[in-house]
T-cell receptor, first 112, second 112 residues
Framework: SQQGEEDPQALSIQEGENATMNCSYKTSINNLQWYRQNSGRGLVHLILIRSNEREKHSGRLRVTLDTSKKSSSLLITASRAADTASYFCATDAQGGSEKLVFGKGTKLTVNP | NAGVMQNPRHLVRRRGQEARLRCSPMKGHSHVYWYRQLPEEGLKFMVYLQKENIIDESGMPKERFSAEFPKEGPSILRIQQVVRGDSAAYFC??????????FGPGTRLTVT
């Protein structure tokens, strides 16, 4: 499996519920980033968490990072229909170049 | 403060033609990255450039693909003699100091 794999692959929830997406990776990293992509559109940078950080908040988003388990989670609280999108985590390998390695993403559907 | 700009947004080419994709990084950003996204997939790294230098081209196909980031003007991803398999969305990202990549809207290339 590749670096930066998200699960679940698809998630369908009702508006107002929380959505949790997970990401696992293989090598040591400098940073982990979460992006959102609406269908057929570009990527929107949501949040960056550094390898020495454990948790970060931004509005309704909460990201955690566990470097011992090589995993991260993205929590979206009080979801809205507008949160419907694909969510990707991306990692940059420590000691390597700055290229980001993406997983296949989690497709989130928030039903009104 | 304009974000990363890419043009064209959509490009249709017949097999055997050349495709040129342009990327203007955010103001103050000197690092440019190109990624390719196939349908229902995550982004795959292609090349990382700084002004006038290719830093990492480990994701570039060996033939027909080239990239440049001249001293003046946008970064160019060039695909010669396109084939159907080149149909994809091509995203450019830029960063200021190699931390936190910000993506453009992408160019959707269709090869007929």
């Amino acid at each position: 499996s590749q670096q930066g794999e998200e699960d679940p692959q698809a998630l369908s929830i009702q508006e107002g519920e929380n959505a949790t997406m997970n990401c696992s990776y293989k090598t040591s990293i400098n940073n982990l980033q979460w992006y959102r992509q609406n269908s057929g559109r570009g990527l929107v940078h949501l949040i960056l968490i550094r390898s020495n950080e454990r948790e970060k908040h931004s509005g309704r988003l909460r990201v955690t990072l566990d470097t011992s388990k090589k995993s991260s989670s993205l929590l979206i609280t009080a979801s809205r229909a507008a949160d419907t999108a694909s969510y990707f985590c991306a990692t940059d390998a420590q000691g390597g170049s700055e290229k980001l390695v993406f997983g296949k993403g989690t497709k989130l559907t928030v039903n009104p | 403060n304009a974000g990363v700009m890419q043009n064209p947004r959509h490009l249709v080419r017949r097999r055997g033609q050349e495709a040129r994709l342009r990327c203007s990084p955010m103001k103050g950003h000197s690092h440019v990255y190109w990624y390719r996204q196939l349908p229902e997939e995550g982004l795959k790294f292609m090349v990382y450039l700084q002004k006038e230098n290719i830093i990492d081209e480990s994701g570039m196909p060996k033939e027909r693909f080239s990239a440049e980031f001249p001293k003046e003007g946008p970064s160019i991803l060039r695909i010669q003699q396109v084939v159907r398999g080149d149909s994809a969305a091509y995203f450019c990202a830029s960063s200021r100091d190699r931390v936190g990549q910000y993506f453009g809207p992408g160019t959707r290339l269709t090869v007929t």
